[in-house]
């Protein structure tokens, strides 16, 4: 059976469910492509000025007050056909698609979160698969008995020696979390003597 992995990425307006994704990006293994989106907040009057803060988006961009904002940001029903098409390339039913992603819980629930605020809950193209390259790493180190104090993207990465260009940039968390997640693997096939 063939499964396709998918390494995803959102950055919000907020950490809850009444915040949006702004920004997501998606890497498909098999190939390597990634394809990133900024999309226009549903919500306008729920965005956290922190989670700007941390993200670097800028308020009079979301709100579309700049000539910036008005092109980059996109509406988010034509966003969730775009990610649709783009999954669909992998030639894998829904079920065999497998979300990879940092925290992966959260990225899965804010996708699923903006298929439902789209009314498009029944197309969402990710099944009940998932790996999370923290949960990965907790793993690994609770069998060797050698746990962190700190699972973050940012800690992982400099365990490998990946560089993340632009941290809370969706599309460079991606390609961090795709990096990661491609060592872990090595690391774990050598503890296990798969070549």
């Known amino acids: 059976m ?3 992995l998918i390494v995803v990425d959102t950055e919000t307006s907020g ?8 920004e997501l990006s998606l890497i498909r293994l098999s190939d390597g492509e990634q394809k ?8 306008l009057e729920n965005i956290d000025p922190g989670a700007l803060r941390v993200n670097k988006h800028k308020l009079e961009d979301l ?8 092109d980059t940001y996109q509406d988010p ?3 969730i056909i775009e990610v649709e098409n783009f999954l669909s390339d992998d030639g894998v039913p829904t079920s065999n ?3 990879v992603a940092q925290n992966v819980s959260f990225d899965m629930g804010m996708m699923q979160r903006l298929w439902e605020k789209c009314n498009s809950k029944d197309s969402f193209p990710f099944g009940r698969r998932v790996l999370d390259t923290m949960q990965i790493a907790f793993m690994m180190d609770y069998v060797e008995g050698n746990l962190s104090d ?4 940012s800690n992982l990465i400099k365990k490998y020696g990946i560089k993340n260009n632009k941290a809370h940039s969706a599309e460079s968390d991606t390609l961090a979390t795709k990096e990661l997640f491609i ?7 050598k503890k296990m003597n798969i070549k």
């Open 2 to 4: 063939d499964y396709s």
């Open 15 to 22: 950490l809850l469910d009444i915040h949006d994704i702004i």
């Open 36 to 43: 990133t989106w900024f999309v226009k907040p549903i919500n």
């Open 63 to 70: 709100l579309g007050q700049t000539k910036y904002g008005r």
């Open 77 to 79: 029903n034509k966003v």
């Open 97 to 99: 698609r497998v979300m």
């Open 150 to 153: 700190s699972y973050s993207l």
């Open 183 to 189: 060592e872990q693997v090595k690391d774990l096939k």
